[in-house]
């Protein structure tokens, strides 16, 4: 499979996915440990892809999101943004109903 299509496959499979380095309980760098972090706090499940183990979606995912940087987030195949965001979303309160609206949708869809 080609790598975008890998990558527009994983953002069809997980309605929340960050692409980072290392995992959520492992991060690989001070950025994917805090935008990690801010998302294991809104108390949702997500998925993620370590970005250091998938060398070709390092390569290709700032080229498709048009983003340089990781971490990523994406909710419903939107992308988010990088940690800088995640964090300031998170203080404000903005993040936690945009993970929680979303997780509550797929879950009562998977439910049914």
Not at 5 to 34: R, T
Request: glycine fraction near 6%; aromatic fraction near 8%; include cysteine.
């Amino acid at each position: 499979m080609e790598t975008i299509e890998k990558i527009k496959q994983q953002l069809v499979d997980n309605p929340i996915i960050i692409y980072m380095k290392g995992s959520p309980k492992l991060p690989s760098c001070g950025f994917s440990a805090q935008a990690s972090q801010a998302l294991i706090a809104c108390g949702q499940p997500f998925a993620f892809v370590d970005i250091l183990q998938n060398p070709d979606i390092r390569a290709e995912l700032p080229k498709y999101a048009n983003w340089p940087t990781f971490p990523q987030l994406w909710v419903e195949g939107e992308l988010i943004g990088g940690c800088d965001i995640i964090l300031e979303m998170f203080q404000r309160g903005e993040l936690q109903p945009i993970i929680n609206q979303t997780a509550a949708k797929y879950n009562s869809e998977s439910a049914e």
